[in-house]
């Protein structure tokens, strides 16, 4: 039997962070690629994914 941790992970996927602050995915890929919310993109090509760190999600919430 594996756990998950209780604490929220400090990296979040785009799902995770539209999730957090209330937007569609959709919404959170548009923010990365206008540079209103950073992000770190993982990969090369289509098969691209980008991770959000909590902090940022945090910033975006406290600016909204």
């Known amino acids: ?6 604490t929220t992970p400090d990296l979040l996927t785009v799902r ?9 995915p959709r919404s959170v890929l548009h923010r990365i690629t206008t540079g209103t919310l950073a992000a770190t993109k993982i990969g090369d ?17 406290q600016a909204s």
């Open 1 to 6: 039997l594996t756990l998950m941790p209780t």
């Open 45 to 61: 090509g289509r098969t691209s994914a980008y991770i959000v760190t909590r902090a940022e999600v945090e910033r975006v919430q």
């Open 16 to 24: 995770q962070a539209a999730h957090a602050l209330g937007l569609s």
